[in-house]
């Protein structure tokens, strides 16, 4: 790996050597009136500060800041605005989210060229409005809307106008009916996305990293996906959860090889990166999920997936199908109350799609039968919050895919991760990520502003070397300046 300087390291020493001598001025106090003799007065309220939060989601099941009435609901709107610097010692595309597992190999043009950008593509808009909800015996019902602006490009965007496109991230109700029982509906985070304590749909309570990227890890179990979500919570230390999701059975582009008998039939029944929604999925993805929270130093959740893929072939008059899945694991230990461990585990046949898409689902015999692919995946890292100001964090993260291959009826393989496939075919993806948040300014009701930085080393090995490199690695690093809502 060549190590090539950037400006943006000297650009963040800048930002925080400058930000440690923001200091937010503090009014007098003002002179209060005696109460008359004999009355008891309750101490004053403390002042709503913003808080310091060293991570990309904005929004959880405890709503924050004060709201403006709208009836009996409260209604708040919330996000950041900011611009990211990004540079990578490779070019693999200057979105502020990584594609992990295409970084380009030395031996090609953009394996040798750096790329540097601003964006404000990752500022953020939410709308979130709650209400309590007595006649219909629920206890309150939220609805929350999230937008970015990581949507549709064009070619020219950044030449002038930089008009990135609107996007959906977050759009959904959650019911809370009683002490013990809510429900959610919408899009939102898959329940296979791992928890930081209990199950919520809300987007800040899942356990994302402090990273600045907006793809977060390599290997992390994530996606957003349209869903219907019931969760029972019986006490403060064991919660149940069962999701309806939207399924989506995909391939990737030109990574797995088709068996000549039916190489079109299959081709135009799985998402190869341009079908959009007209893959005919068969039915929904069904997750399941369990958290544990013995004490505030403890937390593990365990869950898994049942995915069912199908196909039919000419004459079709048959149908193909198998089931896959996975499960994965996220544990979280705080030996002090400002040191947090994590450590995230999935496995499963057919699990691609749920780590980033970084995987095809599955592979396919000379007959045109199905065989899902195996993924391992995991993150390991640990949170250190060094003042209320300012966090600090380190992964190791990554994903590896079995090859899954076999001989067509003429002879020559098929499948994935054969001898002589494309170096495209990923055998292994591994990233290193060290972060650093700092809070420059926090106010009352005003918002906050804050500076995060994050450099990684990230590595992909494919299934075939043949004459080529043996890995493709690249130099990551993000510089993100932002202002958070109130």
Same mark, same amino acid.
């Given at each position: 790996?060549?190590?090539?300087?950037?400006?943006?390291?000297?650009?963040?020493?800048?930002?925080?050597?400058?930000?440690?001598?923001?200091?937010?001025?503090?009014?007098?106090?003002?002179?209060?009136?005696?109460?008359?003799?004999?009355?008891?007065?309750?101490?004053?309220?403390?002042?709503?500060?913003?808080?310091?939060?060293?991570?990309?989601?904005?929004?959880?099941?405890?709503?924050?800041?004060?709201?403006?009435?709208?009836?009996?609901?409260?209604?708040?709107?919330?996000?950041?605005?900011?611009?990211?610097?990004?540079?990578?010692?490779?070019?693999?595309?200057?979105?502020?989210?990584?594609?992990?597992?295409?970084?380009?190999?030395?031996?090609?043009?953009?394996?040798?060229?750096?790329?540097?950008?601003?964006?404000?593509?990752?500022?953020?808009?939410?709308?979130?409005?709650?209400?309590?909800?007595?006649?219909?015996?629920?206890?309150?019902?939220?609805?929350?809307?999230?937008?970015?602006?990581?949507?549709?490009?064009?070619?020219?965007?950044?030449?002038?106008?930089?008009?990135?496109?609107?996007?959906?991230?977050?759009?959904?109700?959650?019911?809370?009916?009683?002490?013990?029982?809510?429900?959610?509906?919408?899009?939102?985070?898959?329940?296979?996305?791992?928890?930081?304590?209990?199950?919520?749909?809300?987007?800040?309570?899942?356990?994302?990293?402090?990273?600045?990227?907006?793809?977060?890890?390599?290997?992390?179990?994530?996606?957003?996906?349209?869903?219907?979500?019931?969760?029972?919570?019986?006490?403060?230390?064991?919660?149940?959860?069962?999701?309806?999701?939207?399924?989506?059975?995909?391939?990737?582009?030109?990574?797995?090889?088709?068996?000549?008998?039916?190489?079109?039939?299959? =081709?135009? !029944?799985?998402?190869? $990166?341009?079908?959009?929604?007209?893959?005919?999925?068969?039915? /929904?993805?069904? @997750? %399941? *999920?369990?958290?544990?929270?013995?004490?505030?130093?403890?937390?593990?959740?365990?869950?898994?997936?049942?995915?069912?893929?199908?196909?039919?072939?000419?004459?079709?008059? =048959?149908? !193909?199908?198998?089931? $896959?899945?996975?499960?994965?694991?996220?544990?979280?230990?705080? /030996?002090?109350? @400002? %040191? *947090?461990?994590?450590?995230?585990?999935?496995?499963?046949?057919?699990?691609?799609?749920?780590?980033?898409?970084?995987?095809?689902?599955?592979?396919?015999?000379?007959?045109?039968?199905?065989?899902?692919?195996?993924?391992?995946?995991?993150?390991?890292?640990?949170?250190?919050?060094?003042?209320?100001?300012?966090?600090?964090?380190?992964?190791?993260?990554?994903?590896?895919?079995?090859?899954?291959?076999?001989?067509?009826?003429?002879?020559?393989?098929?499948?994935?991760?054969?001898?002589?496939?494309?170096?495209?075919?990923?055998?292994?993806?591994?990233?290193?990520?060290?972060?650093?948040?700092?809070?420059?300014?926090?106010?009352?009701?005003?918002?906050?502003?804050?500076?995060?930085?994050?450099?990684?080393?990230?590595?992909?090995?494919?299934?075939?070397?043949?004459?080529?490199?043996?890995?493709?690695?690249?130099?990551?690093?993000?510089?993100?300046?932002?202002?958070?809502?109130?």
């Amino acid at each position: 790996m060549r190590c090539i300087g950037t400006p943006f390291v000297m650009a963040a020493a800048v930002l925080i050597a400058a930000a440690a001598h923001a200091q937010t001025p503090t009014p007098a106090p003002q002179a209060q009136p005696a109460p008359p003799e004999g009355q008891v007065t309750s101490p004053p309220a403390p002042p709503t500060q913003a808080p310091h939060k060293p991570g990309q989601e904005i929004a959880g099941k405890k709503a924050d800041g004060a709201g403006i009435d709208v009836g009996p609901a409260k209604l708040r709107f919330g996000g950041y605005v900011g611009v990211t610097g990004i540079y990578r010692s490779t070019n693999s595309g200057g979105a502020p989210g990584t594609s992990f597992a295409t970084i380009p190999y030395e031996d090609t043009l953009a394996g040798n060229v750096s790329e540097t950008r601003l964006t404000a593509q990752s500022s953020r808009l939410s709308v979130r409005i709650d209400a309590p909800f007595p006649e219909a015996r629920f206890r309150n019902i939220s609805g929350y809307f999230e937008m970015d602006f990581n949507g549709a490009t064009s070619g020219t965007i950044a030449v002038t106008s930089n008009s990135a496109g609107f996007r959906l991230r977050q759009a959904f109700a959650d019911i809370q009916y009683g002490d013990t029982f809510s429900m959610a509906a919408g899009q939102a985070f898959t329940l296979m996305t791992p928890a930081k304590a209990g199950l919520s749909v809300w987007p800040s309570d899942y356990e994302m990293s402090q990273a600045v990227d907006t793809n977060y890890l390599a290997g992390m179990v994530w996606e957003r996906v349209p869903q219907l979500r019931f969760t029972w919570h019986p006490s403060p230390t064991f919660d149940w959860a069962v999701s309806i999701e939207n399924p989506e059975q995909q391939i990737g582009s030109d990574l797995v090889t088709l068996p000549g008998c039916c190489a079109s039939d299959i =081709e135009a !029944q799985y998402n190869t $990166g341009s079908e959009a929604l007209s893959v005919p999925n068969l039915m /929904p993805d069904i @997750s %399941t *999920r369990v958290a544990l929270n013995p004490s505030k130093a403890l937390h593990v959740d365990v869950g898994g997936v049942w995915r069912v893929f199908r196909h039919t072939l000419a004459p079709y008059d =048959e149908v !193909q199908r198998a089931s $896959g899945g996975g499960l994965s694991v996220n544990g979280r230990v705080n /030996p002090t109350a @400002s %040191t *947090r461990i994590i450590a995230q585990a999935a496995y499963g046949p057919g699990l691609g799609r749920y780590v980033g898409g970084m995987a095809p689902d599955v592979a396919f015999r000379s007959d045109g039968s199905i065989r899902p692919i195996p993924v391992t995946s995991w993150v390991g890292g640990i949170e250190q919050t060094v003042s209320p100001r300012i966090s600090l964090a380190g992964y190791y993260s990554g994903m590896q895919i079995d090859d899954t291959h076999f001989v067509d009826a003429d002879g020559s393989p098929i499948g994935f991760g054969y001898p002589g496939s494309s170096n495209d075919v990923n055998r292994r993806v591994r990233e290193l990520t060290g972060t650093l948040w700092y809070l420059a300014v926090r106010t009352e009701n005003r918002g906050s502003a804050q500076v995060g930085v994050q450099t990684s080393w990230l590595q992909r090995e494919p299934w075939f070397v043949g004459s080529g490199p043996a890995s493709a690695d690249a130099l990551l690093v993000f510089v993100q300046v932002r202002y958070n809502l109130p």
